[in-house]
């Protein structure tokens, strides 16, 4: 994801002191979600860190959608471009759809992100297909691993895709 902000913001045209800035975010709020499931995991109350039972799942999606809403928000007030806050307050509405639904069903976040990232990338046909193809295995393995139903991962893809196009409206118009 880090990765796919950058080139989010590099297919908008943005500056170079604007990238540098985006991919610091994304690499701080990364580095921020790997250590607190380091820490979930060292202090015994998660079994892994992909945090796929029901209370690992809550805890982490209540960790992850105020920690993107502020990173988001921290982006727009630093004038940073629009399709980098935008990029991470999607990703942001996305866990708090997953979280809202949890008592239903627990939405693929990883199917979700995969679909996004490739939605980041847009700018370059051949780059999202691959990534396309790729979150297709992301969803299959998590199907595989039996972390999720099919419904699960389906979903997962579906609220990717809607946040990838919510996000392409949002730089398109931005850009116009």
Do not use: N
């Amino acid at each position: 994801m880090p990765s796919a902000v950058v080139c989010a913001v590099a297919g908008a045209g943005r500056d170079a002191p604007g990238l540098w800035l985006a991919g610091l975010a994304a690499v701080s709020l990364a580095a921020c979600v790997v250590a607190y499931s380091l820490l979930k995991v060292s202090t015994g109350h998660w079994r892994d860190v992909d945090a796929s039972a029901p209370a690992e799942r809550a805890q982490l999606t209540s960790f992850l959608f105020p920690l993107m809403a502020t990173g988001a928000l921290a982006m727009g007030l630093l004038g940073l471009p629009l399709a980098a806050v935008a990029g991470l307050g999607f990703g942001a509405a996305m866990v708090g759809v997953a979280h809202a639904a949890k008592r239903r069903l627990k939405v693929s976040l990883h199917a979700a992100f995969a679909v996004y990232a490739a939605a980041l990338l847009w700018p370059w046909p051949g780059v999202v297909i691959a990534c396309l193809l790729l979150a297709a295995g992301v969803a299959w393995s998590r199907v595989v691993l039996g972390r999720h139903t099919v419904e699960e991962a389906r979903i997962g893809l579906i609220l990717g895709a809607v946040g990838g196009m919510a996000l392409h409206a949002v730089a398109t118009a931005a850009a116009h």
